[in-house]
């Protein structure tokens, strides 16, 4: 059973005030480390999987795709993203990325931000984003990462006045579900090494081009001096490969 957190009314009403979903791509953390990884996109066919309120279709369409389609298995996040749009060429589509079916070769692009991590097949996704991807076709995406997904907590150690200590890892290797808290209780998540996610592309036939751990936006660390605890730990893997 797929879980759709983002359809419950709480958790979409809490997501819909964190800051990537108010002010957008700038509000990411991540987003000044992956855009530099977008490939040229003129006169391309983009995949968005797990497209949220469709902010990276927008803004592929924007840089010269000729058709994005954009996925998601929230209806709510769909809903949104078709109200937030009004270029053609974008098509948004309510479904599991587990459960994608086009023709081999269809796209030139396939993306997926901050996903993954919610899938619990991430091999066959992989294999079905490669028969998905023409020749020379490129599968840039991110998830959270290993170190931070290990422990279901997903928090810091506090020391006896509150403040933050450390943060532990612990059952890094034990590749399984992490029923976590995020915006609301009871969150599926699955933690999977970095092995996993690196072999996994190689054994499929991809080509890996880049691996980024970002640090911190420096513009949102001006802001936000509280960030500053971000540098201790990555929080996000993005991982841009290509079909051989």
């Not at 699955?190 to 996993?196: D, E, F, I």
């Not at 980024?212 to 001096?225: F, M, T, V």
């Amino acid at each position: 059973m797929k879980q759709n957190k983002y359809d419950e009314p709480n958790f979409y009403e809490a997501y819909k005030r964190m800051p990537r979903s108010v002010e957008g791509l700038k509000g990411a953390g991540e987003w000044h480390v992956l855009k530099t990884l977008v490939p040229n996109l003129a006169n391309t066919n983009v995949l968005d999987l797990g497209c949220g309120f469709g902010w990276h279709s927008r803004y592929f369409h924007d840089l010269g795709a000729n058709q994005v389609i954009g996925i998601d298995l929230s209806e709510k996040m769909i809903q949104t993203a078709r109200e937030m749009t009004n270029q053609e060429g974008i098509d948004f589509r309510q479904g599991a990325i587990e459960d994608i079916e086009f023709k081999a070769g269809s796209f030139d692009v396939i993306f997926s931000s901050l996903a993954l991590h919610y899938v619990k097949s991430y091999q066959e996704v992989v294999r079905n984003v490669k028969q998905l991807l023409a020749p020379k076709g490129v599968f840039l995406f991110s998830v959270e990462h290993p170190i931070f997904t290990a422990r279901a907590e997903q928090d810091w150690i506090y020391d006896s006045k509150g403040n933050i200590d450390h943060w532990p890892i612990d059952d890094y290797q034990a590749e399984s579900i992490r029923q976590t808290s995020f915006l609301t209780d009871h969150v599926v998540k699955y933690h999977r090494t970095l092995t996993t996610y690196l072999n996994t592309l190689l054994e499929a036939g991809f080509l890996i081009e880049r691996i980024e751990e970002p640090k911190p936006d420096p513009a949102i660390l001006a802001q936000n001096p509280e960030y500053k605890q971000e540098l201790r730990r990555p929080m996000f893997l993005i991982i841009k490969a290509k079909v051989r």
